[in-house]
């Protein structure tokens, strides 16, 4: 089993920061990616930022310059620094990670629950 345990999130106001955190744990073999996406009320979910192995780094148009995803201790640790927050970053937030559990397996994608970000105005 592999669980993605998430912290961080709450209520800022806007202009400040919040830091997310999501660490894979259980049975794995390899990390190929981990990430950060996101969903508003009445919206699609959508990518924020993704990390791979080989520390290549995607962001959303809406976040790039702002937003910085970076691994922690070479662990199966991923960060997302939010600076200069605006209302309509204002979502769950949720840490996916795709990954293979042995030599063996497929790959496969998990996700965690999903810490909520509000931005106030």
């Known amino acids: 089993q592999v669980q993605l345990g998430e912290s961080g999130g709450g209520l800022v106001q806007a202009g400040g920061s919040l830091r997310l955190s999501c660490a894979a744990s259980?049975?794995?073999?390899?990390?190929?990616?981990m990430g950060w996406y996101r969903q508003a009320p009445g919206k699609q979910r959508e990518l924020v930022a993704t990390l791979t192995s080989g520390n290549t780094t995607n962001y959303a148009d809406s976040v790039k310059g702002r937003f910085t995803i970076s691994r922690v201790n070479a662990k199966n640790t991923v960060d997302l620094q939010m600076n200069s927050l605006k209302p309509e970053d204002t979502a769950v937030y949720s840490c996916?990670?795709?990954?293979?559990?042995?030599?063996?397996?497929?790959?496969?994608?998990?996700w965690g629950q999903g810490p909520q970000v509000t931005v106030s105005s």
């Open positions: 259980g049975t794995i073999y390899r990390i190929y990616t």
């Open positions: 996916r990670a795709a990954l293979t559990r042995s030599m063996w397996n497929g790959r496969e994608q998990y």
